[in-house]
């Protein structure tokens, strides 16, 4: 899904490949099995809720506005209606937190 930073599927191939290079490196995800919610919540109780809104606000979840050049939108504006902006914002929500961004 759009809303999965690395797909457990890419990291068992990377291990996969790792391992047949010769390589010795476990890795996991550990958010693999939390909400997008979850993950700012937690992300809250480790850098406070004000600093975790202000990073988090620095991501870019839209899939609509990078496809619209000359629009006049800056690059890092949000459309708010697309699957992974509307995932976003529920997370925001989830998380008791502000979206700062456009």
Do not use: W
């Not at 191939?13 to 290079?21: D, F, K, T």
Request: hydrophobic share 35%; with cysteine; net charge neutral.
């Amino acid at each position: 899904m759009s809303t999965r930073i690395t797909h457990p599927l890419v990291l068992s191939r990377v291990r996969e490949a790792l391992r047949a290079l010769g390589g010795h490196v476990e890795s996991e995800n550990p958010f693999t099995v939390m909400t997008k919610g979850e993950m700012h919540a937690e992300a809250a109780a480790a850098l406070g809720k004000q600093d975790a809104e202000k990073i988090l606000s620095m991501s870019h979840s839209c899939s609509h506005v990078r496809y619209a050049v000359g629009t006049g939108y800056p690059p890092e504006t949000q459309c708010g209606v697309c699957f992974g902006c509307l995932v976003r914002r529920s997370a925001f929500h989830a998380a008791g937190m502000t979206d700062t961004t456009i």
